[in-house]
């Protein structure tokens, strides 16, 4: 999965970290022969890989970025009030997690990331929906569920 680097810091050992529109970090060590990213070793460079996609890695792993403040919830769905929407390729905003909680029941999940990634949530195990990768839900039986949404602040 794409994600545009939105910044670029150095972290204590002076290797580059670009910031992602996911807000995942990503470092960008520039050692080459292994790895040739001589852009991260001038201002100019630097400033060229602004806007640049990068593959995260870390989006693929549904992975919960850090610093995300909830925005709003979703209200209570059960398996006959299901938005349309949320049943087929569904997908949030950029710059916008999803976190699906179970209150009672299970919920199939299904994330494509693009890999498709199937998950059986309940009560103990949140499905995490990165900013627009497509998801789709599915009531197993009787279920009773909700979204959170979150971003980071500034
Ligand atoms: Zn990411």
């Not at 810091?9 to 290797?15: F, L, R, Y």
């Not at 630097?46 to 549904?62: A, Y």
């Not at 710059?95 to 299904?110: A, D, E, F, P, T």
Request: proline letters at 6%; glycine letters at 10%; one cysteine or more.
């Amino acid at each position: 999965m794409h994600r545009k680097t939105l910044g670029l810091h150095k972290d204590e050992e002076g290797d580059g970290v670009a910031e992602l529109e996911c807000f995942h970090d990503q470092h960008v060590r520039h050692n080459p022969p292994f790895f040739n990213r001589s852009w991260t070793t001038t201002d100019k460079g630097r400033e060229s890989m602004l806007g640049q996609p990068i593959e995260c890695g870390r989006c693929l792993q549904l992975e919960w970025p850090e610093g995300l403040e909830s925005l709003r919830c979703t209200p209570r769905f059960d398996e006959s009030s299901i938005p349309r929407g949320l049943q087929k390729d569904h997908s949030t905003k950029a710059g916008v997690w999803g976190l699906i909680h179970v209150v009672s029941g299970q919920l199939r999940y299904v994330c494509q990331t693009p890999v498709e990634r199937e998950m059986l949530l309940d009560a103990d195990s949140k499905g995490i929906i990165p900013p627009g990768l497509l998801h789709d839900v599915e009531a197993q039986g009787d279920v009773c569920f909700y979204v959170e949404f979150f971003t980071r602040p500034g």
